[in-house]
């Protein structure tokens, strides 16, 4: 069973802190990784995604892969009260275009104003 | 843009109903999903579509069924609805890819079954 952990928390962070999401996986063969949000009553929208090691950065949202330990991780710098969220991490466990992604349950950020 | 349309927002069925749950999407992907989400379990995926026609059981295809007539539009059925199918059930598409898999999202049909 592949798997995709991420802690639920809240993860309360200030506005204007940085706040980090963290999540592991099982498989080692994993290829692609995915951040989604998901605002309360709405459907996740894409974020990010990230296929090699290191880091990508998108504006305030920084991405970061590290395949030997088999951890993926979401910064998101100067946070906002918008970015109050669930954040989902997804995996694909394999390099074949027609396997589902697994998600992780999310881990809920309050943004503190 | 990519656009993935679901039928209603919110439906309320009686136990025993036969339930329809269309989806729809624009943008010629070839894999469609279906989930449901529910607190603290998280996105589940009940049955996927990477053909017309084809169907691949996901974690939790018990209780439901779906048809793939064209390659536009999946649909989600509950054979004879329960109320532990009360749930958000959330659509998705993508394109066949080496890697960029990227999954998008329908805006959800949150479900009532009394």
């Known amino acids: 069973q592949k798997e995709v952990e991420q802690n639920s928390g809240p993860l309360s962070v200030p506005e204007g802190a940085i706040a980090s999401l963290n999540c592991t996986y099982s498989?080692?063969?994993?290829?692609?990784f995915f951040w989604y949000r998901q605002y309360s009553g709405k459907s996740p929208e894409l974020i990010m995604s990230i296929y090699s090691n290191g880091d990508k950065e998108d504006g305030r949202f920084t991405a970061q892969l590290n395949k030997a330990s088999q951890y993926v991780s979401l910064l998101i710098r100067d946070s906002q009260p918008s970015d109050s969220a669930t954040y989902l991490c997804?995996?694909?466990?394999?390099?074949?275009?027609?396997?589902?992604?697994?998600f992780g349950k999310g881990t809920r950020l309050s943004v503190i104003a | 843009d990519v656009k993935v349309t679901q039928s209603s927002r919110y439906l309320v069925k009686r136990t025993g109903e036969k339930v329809f749950l269309e989806c729809v999407q624009d943008?010629?992907?070839?894999?469609m999903f279906w989930y449901r989400q529910d607190p603290g379990l998280g996105l589940r995926l009940i049955y996927f579509?990477?053909?017309?026609?084809?169907?691949e059981k996901g974690d939790i295809p018990e209780g439901y069924s779906v048809s793939r007539e064209k390659k536009e539009r999946f649909s989600l059925i509950l054979e004879s609805a329960s109320t532990n199918q009360t749930s958000m059930y959330l659509c998705?598409?993508?394109?066949?890819?080496?890697?960029?898999?990227?999954?998008?999202f329908g805006p959800g049909t949150r479900l009532l079954v009394l």
């Open positions: 579509s990477y053909d017309v026609k084809m169907k």
């Open positions: 498989d080692r063969v994993s290829q692609s």
């Open positions: 997804a995996v694909r466990p394999r390099n074949s275009g027609n396997t589902p992604l697994v």
């Open positions: 943008m010629d992907h070839e894999n």
């Open positions: 998705a598409s993508s394109f066949l890819a080496e890697l960029q898999e990227t999954q998008y």
